[in-house]
């Protein structure tokens, strides 16, 4: 495990593809730790060698003060070794007309893989967010083999919609996305998301609900928002991802602001109706490295259904991928 004077090991799977490519460099600088010191383990798969090293060579170049190491792997056990973050991004990306759901079977088998190397190599305090697709049932299958460390240690990443979700309403009421708290993304990194303003403050004041607007235009626009930029794109978001994993990372490790939430995929716990079995996403508060589910939300009845039809299909990707759970 790292000392208390060791900088913190990042590892990030995946580094030579997209996401991975708009993420290294911003954690080599400082910008998840704060401005401190960081030693990255930058893992691929083997027929992505050569472009890894040249992605190595980049960083080298880049001369960061903050990069005091740099380890790269294409075998997920020495790479993990002592890890303290791990950010899980390596996994084909949907293609246009597909659902997340679609690469559960490509994808699933790489996240029990890498589940039981941070079950046997990573520090026993390794934070983890998965961000391959589908995210969730990812998280699930990687926490499910890594009976050593406790399911909070995992998340997935619904930030990036979070993000979205804020960017949205801001451009809607005319103010600053700074300005919106109390964002929440429900349940499943996937179209049956529940993007819910219904708790926003703008201002410090409660957003007026415009329920026919929230109905017909902002939920269904965050919910497709990663389809349209893969339609737009060619390929599916990186830097908005990238920049959501380093938000991500810090609220977890420095806190969220007082008087405000994020939206995290942590194991469900029974609040709000979501029984255990799957990672789903709540709203939810972070301090000393922990997240806290925030609690007593009153809930009326749309927001009760949005949040059951997202259980439900999380509850259908479970079930599809019970031969990767011990
Ligand atoms: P990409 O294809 O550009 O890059 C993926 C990289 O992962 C490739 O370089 C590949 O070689 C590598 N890889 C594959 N298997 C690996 C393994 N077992 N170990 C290490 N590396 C491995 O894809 P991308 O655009 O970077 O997207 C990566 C994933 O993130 C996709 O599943 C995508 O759908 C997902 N994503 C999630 C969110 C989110 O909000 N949760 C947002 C954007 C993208
Ligand atoms: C996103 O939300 O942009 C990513 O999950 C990529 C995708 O498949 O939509």
């Known amino acids: 495990m790292t000392t208390v004077n060791q900088p913190p090991r990042i590892a990030v799977t995946g580094s030579a593809g997209n996401i991975g490519y708009a993420l290294i460099f911003r954690i080599a600088s400082g910008q998840m730790t704060g401005g401190r010191p960081v030693i990255l383990h930058l893992l691929e798969i083997e027929p992505m060698r050569k472009v ?23 075998d997920p056990k020495p790479g993990f070794r002592d890890i303290d973050i791990a950010l899980l991004v390596g996994s084909k990306p949907r293609g246009k007309g597909m659902e997340r759901k679609d690469l559960l079977q490509s994808n699933g088998e790489i996240f ?3 589940g039981r190397a941070l079950n046997e190599n990573a520090s026993r305090d390794v ?10 049932t990812n998280a699930l299958i990687a926490s499910a083999n890594a009976p050593d460390l406790d399911a909070r240690q995992f998340t997935c990443m619904t930030r990036l919609d979070h993000n979205r979700g804020v960017a949205m309403l801001a451009q809607r009421l005319g103010c600053a996305p700074a300005d919106i708290r109390k964002m929440i993304i429900w349940g499943n990194h996937s179209s049956t998301q529940f993007p819910d303003p219904l708790h926003c403050e703008a201002g410090g004041r409660p957003v007026k609900a415009d329920m026919e607007w929230i109905k017909e235009t902002f939920v269904p626009s965050v919910q497709q928002r990663g389809a349209r930029i893969i339609e737009a794109r060619g390929a599916s978001s990186a830097a908005s991802a990238a920049s959501a994993v380093i938000d991500h990372i810090r609220s977890w490790m420095d806190g969220t602001p007082p008087g405000d939430w994020t939206s995290a995929g942590v194991a469900a716990d029974g609040s709000y109706g979501v029984k255990p079995g799957v990672m789903f996403s ?6 000393n490295g922990d997240w806290r589910i925030v609690q007593d939300l009153e809930l009326n009845d749309f927001e009760r259904s949005m949040i059951a039809a997202t259980d439900k299909e999380l509850r259908e990707e479970r079930a599809a991928i019970e031969n990767l759970l011990p």
């Not at 190595?56 to 792997?73: K, S």
């Not at 934070?127 to 589908?134: R, T």
């Open 282 to 287: 709540y709203p939810a508060t972070a301090a």
């Open 112 to 114: 029990r893989t890498q």
């Open 52 to 74: 890894l090293d040249a992605v190595a060579m980049e960083l080298e170049d880049c001369a960061f003060p903050t990069l005091a190491d740099c380890v790269l792997a294409t």
């Open 127 to 136: 934070k983890v967010l998965v961000v391959g697709n589908p995210a969730n």
